[in-house]
């Protein structure tokens, strides 16, 4: 069956350094895979979206790889700030119609000043 | 404002009751979710529906049922059928439903369902 893996643990960093999250996933051959970001009690937010054909993408401090060999993705921020800190949650297409995601665990991130 | 709204924020039941949770998006999105999210896991998916008058079963559909009689209204009911309701429901929009499409989903603030 397909599964994502996401560290459980939480991340604990200090401010200025760059943030590594990782992602990931096994019996798949997803399409694209997207990264959001959730704070406690709250939705969702999505942040960035690569295709498998892409190996990298860029936001302002974000940046997301993508390796279908290893089938892996890792997510990084850089310049970390204490805003940064919540729970990042990867999402791979399912292959099927539409916007179909199959989620991760997450990973919690924790900038500390 | 565009977006999407879930009520109540906070739910409680008691054991044997159904409730139902109302989730409606302004974004003119044809496509709509609901997810579950227990702590330290991923969102699993209950229910989606990619046009009005259809909605498809998810990962983990047992114990639900949904209705989408309008385009901007999904709401989930939680029967007593469900045998471990209390957890954190989430509902999404996107605005895609073609096959390869990747538009991200845009989701609401949540409802916390705790059966007492």
């Known amino acids: 069956s397909q599964k994502i893996e996401q560290n459980s643990e939480a991340l604990n960093i200090q401010e200025g350094k760059t943030a590594t999250l990782t992602c990931n996933y096994t019996n798949y051959s997803p399409a694209y895979l997207q990264w959001y970001r959730q704070d406690p009690g709250r939705g969702p937010v999505f942040l960035l979206l690569?295709?498998?054909?892409?190996k990298e993408k860029r936001k302002e401090r974000l940046k997301v790889t993508f390796d279908t060999t290893l089938k892996q993705s890792l997510f990084h921020i850089t310049a970390s700030q204490p805003a940064d800190s919540a729970t990042y949650l990867c999402a791979l297409s399912r292959g099927n119609a539409g916007n179909m995601l199959t989620f991760g665990g997450g990973t919690r991130l924790m900038v500390k000043p | 404002d565009g977006g999407i709204t879930q009520s109540p924020k906070y739910l409680f039941r008691k054991e044997g009751q159904n409730v139902t949770l109302s989730c409606e998006q302004n974004l003119n999105h044809d496509a709509m979710y609901w997810y579950r999210q227990d702590p330290g896991q991923g969102l699993r998916l209950i229910y989606y529906?990619?046009?009005?008058?259809?909605?498809q079963k998810g990962d983990i559909a047992e114990g639900y049922s949904v209705s989408r009689e309008k385009k901007e209204s999904f709401p989930l009911t939680v029967t007593s059928a469900q045998k471990n309701p209390t957890a954190f429901y989430l509902c999404?929009?996107?605005?895609?439903?073609?096959?390869?499409?990747?538009?991200?989903?845009?989701f609401g603030p949540g409802t916390r369902l705790t059966v007492l």
């Open positions: 529906s990619q046009i009005v008058n259809d909605f």
């Open positions: 690569i295709r498998e054909n892409e």
């Open positions: 999404a929009s996107s605005t895609d439903t073609r096959q390869g499409a990747d538009n991200e989903q845009f």
